[in-house]
């Protein structure tokens, strides 16, 4: 099947999306940012999608109104202000609507991105919830990244963590890197070895070489 074919194909699916879990610090969203370039360079247009975006365009409006401070605030003391705020409205509203609150907010993204023809990169999905939903859409794949030296930062992702890690096709534990070339050639490495669905990627390698393949029960360790 030659990328013409894999564009056309692409058209027909019902959603796209891949799902990127791993503690706080990890290389989520650079890990994202990678894909989504490597996606580029093959012909399709792919989009970052993130939980957290949702809860800070949910709660913006309130913030501004009784604080003054913008959710999105790029100010390191703000932000450490801000910050357990945003965790605990977080939790309430998983915790009000069975952990589908944020689910619901971000599933409607990305079908609006499926309808466009974007793959959907979502950058946290951090719960065990959340991987099973990635898991659950036609065409997905879930990865879980770790790195050397970076650990759980919070009792909460001490719990969460090796449940989405569970959760996870793939668990890829990445190296520090010096450089954003360096960034992608790495992730270009995980890119093209991953059993994606073919709806997905024109793999370059076969994945039997590459020690990658997608996994029923547990998660394929790849390092």
Not at 135 to 162: F, M, T, V, Y
Request: with cysteine; charged share 30%.
């Amino acid at each position: 099947m030659n990328l013409k074919e894999i564009q056309e194909d692409l058209e027909a699916v019902d959603r796209s999306v891949i799902g990127i879990s791993g503690v706080a610090r990890v290389g989520k969203d650079t890990f994202a940012e990678a894909l989504i370039h490597l996606f580029t360079t093959e012909g399709f247009e792919a989009q970052r999608v993130a939980f957290a975006d949702a809860l800070k365009e949910d709660i913006n409006d309130f913030l501004l109104a009784k604080t003054g401070v913008n959710a999105y605030t790029s100010n390191t003391e703000e932000k450490a202000l801000l910050r357990p705020m945003l965790v605990e409205y977080g939790r309430l509203m998983r915790s009000l609507t069975d952990g589908q609150y944020w689910i619901n907010i971000v599933k409607e993204k990305i079908e609006k991105n499926t309808k466009n023809n974007i793959i959907s990169i979502l950058s946290d999905a951090r719960y065990k919830n959340e991987m099973e939903w990635v898991n659950s859409q036609s065409h997905s794949a879930s990865i879980h990244l770790s790195r050397k030296g970076i650990e759980a930062a919070n009792s909460e992702e001490e719990e969460n963590d090796p449940q989405a890690k569970l959760s996870a096709n793939y668990s890829i534990h990445w190296r520090n890197c010096d450089s954003e070339k360096e960034v992608i050639n790495q992730v270009e490495k995980y890119f093209y070895g991953l059993d994606l669905p073919s709806r997905f990627i024109r793999p370059r390698v076969n994945p039997a070489d590459s020690g990658s393949k997608k996994l029923r029960r547990t998660p394929q360790r790849i390092s």
